[in-house]
Structure formats: C-alpha cells, structure tokens
C-alpha cells in the first residue's frame, strides 16, 4: 500500500479481555515500531523488530504485552487482560532500513472499559 | 476528536510570521534528529532530519537547527500558515542503535 496501515482505527475493549492490533508496514521496509501514545503526551517506544526478530523490546510496559512479525511484513501487538490504563493509541511506523526516518500510520485508539 | 496537544506547552503564532519551536535532547550519544508534525487524529509525519555531522539544514519553508555543545534542537517554519497548526515533536536516535524516543511536544496554534 502507499503508507503504513493500522487496523482497527478504534478499539473498545472490556477490562480482562484479549486484544491484537495490527500493523501492515510500508512494502519493502525492513524495520518496524510500535509506539503508544497516551492523550497530551509523546509517542512512547514499545518495541522494534528488524526484519522477523524484534531487536528491542525494552519498552514493552509488561508480559501482558507481545509482538509478532512472522514473515517480516505484517506485525501484530497483543495486549492479554486490557486494563484501563492500557487505554491510548497504539501507533506503528515502518523503515526502510534501520537509522532512516520512520513512516507512522494513523494509530489504533484503544479504550478500555 | 482527542486532542493530542492537550496538555503541551503551545506557541502561538500570527499567520504570515515566522516561528521557532525549541526541544531539548537527552542523548549525547544521538547522531540523528528528526522533527514530526503530527495533527489530531493522525500518526506523526515526517517534518525535517539532520545528522549530528551537522548545524543546519533546509527544507521548503523549515529550517532545523542543531547546536550539539548544548544538546539542543529548532525548527524554524517560515511565514506560518493556517495548515502548519498541529504538535511538533523532536525525534533522536543514537548513534548505531534505531530506537526513537520523541521529545515532549509542542503545540502551534497560528492566528489567522
């Protein structure tokens, strides 16, 4: 596609439930982030993935919190029991290799209530 | 629609004027600098870059500054319009490793 896709653009959720945010990254681009991004605030780092492996989880908050890329394109965060504080949006952003500029998709706003 | 910019420090700026957004960066070790424009409701868009091998670069209307002695960034927008009002984040990278961390943000607001 033109530009990094995320879906869904909304997410409403219960507290104690399972939710997968998916990313669809530029085509070709090699590296792959996710942010969160809670309201008034900056884009905080989660995790980046190079190619399949993720280099850099260090920002995943906790266990609850995972990420796949299986075949390098395609990435998908996973949030097990969403607390409320969970609540942000969820923003992905792709590279074409490491150390150039990122292009961001619009985010996933995920509520929980 | 949630507003990004809720709680960030805003410059308010007359249509037509020049404006200057300042960050501050943590990492002596960053050698890459990005500034991104992000609007309400949007992912961040990239603004402007500059190495650390570098003071300044130019790009259509935006002009980045980088004084590396104290650790300190500027976008410079030239005669602002309507369409620049959006928070702009400063991005650094150290050097050899990609994670991003952004800055904290700032608001424009231009005054037609």
């Known amino acids: 596609g033109a530009g990094v896709s995320q879906t869904p653009s909304n997410k409403v959720t219960e507290k104690g439930k399972y939710v997968e945010l998916r990313c669809d990254p530029i085509s070709g681009h090699t590296a792959l982030y996710w942010y969160r991004q809670s309201l008034g605030q900056g884009p905080e780092f989660l995790i980046y993935f190079q190619g399949t492996g993720a280099a850099d989880d260090s920002g995943l908050p906790n266990d609850r919190f995972f990420a796949v890329r299986p075949e390098g394109s395609v990435s998908t965060l996973k949030i097990q029991r969403t607390e409320r504080g969970d609540s942000a949006v969820y923003l992905c952003?792709?590279?074409?290799?490491?150390?150039?500029?990122?292009?961001f998709g619009q985010g996933t706003r995920l509520t929980v209530v | 629609g949630e507003s990004v910019g809720l709680h960030l420090p805003t410059l308010s700026v007359q249509e037509g004027d020049n404006s200057i957004i300042n960050c501050a960066y943590s990492?002596?070790?960053?050698?890459?600098f990005i500034w991104y424009k992000q609007e309400s409701g949007k992912g961040p868009q990239f603004i402007i870059d500059i190495r650390s091998n570098m003071d300044k670069r130019q790009g259509q209307r935006v002009t980045v500054l980088l004084n590396k002695t104290v650790k300190h960034l500027s976008l410079q927008i030239a005669a602002t319009q309507p369409g620049d009002s959006a928070v702009y984040f400063c991005a650094e990278i150290p050097g050899g490793y990609q994670k991003v961390t952004f800055g904290t943000g700032t608001k424009l607001q231009v005054i037609p």
């Open positions: 952003a792709s590279s074409p290799t490491s150390g150039t500029e990122a292009f």
């Open positions: 990492n002596s070790a960053s050698d890459y």
